[in-house]
């Protein structure tokens, strides 16, 4: 069973990473039109623009029950947020 848990978490922590590097490909194109708004991203491709990221964790928790998602924030410097880049403090 440890197994199992190990290589989701790996699934996970992939799809955070293969959405990243697409992300950052294509952060000058998206800084034109959506400057400070979220993108939720899956499977290496923007599924959704939001302009809250409540709004785009919403959407995420609703479509992807298993958790293979990504948000990240379209600003001048794409930050890695790692792991928990949907698990965001939206107090």
């Given amino acids: 069973m440890g197994r199992k848990m190990s290589s989701a978490a790996r699934s996970k922590q992939q ?3 293969d959405n990243f590097e697409f992300f ?3 952060l000058p194109d998206l800084l034109k039109d959506h400057r400070n708004r979220y993108v939720l991203l899956r499977d290496k491709k923007i599924v959704g623009i939001y302009d809250t ?3 785009a964790q919403t959407t995420a928790e609703n479509f992807y ?3 293979l998602y990504s948000i990240q ?3 001048d410097v794409a ?3 790692g792991y928990f880049s949907h698990a965001v403090c939206v107090g």
């Fill in 73 to 75: 924030q379209v600003t």
């Fill in 79 to 81: 930050i890695d947020l």
């Fill in 53 to 55: 990221v409540r709004d």
């Fill in 65 to 67: 029950k298993d958790g």
């Fill in 15 to 17: 799809e955070i990473d």
């Fill in 24 to 26: 950052r490909q294509k």
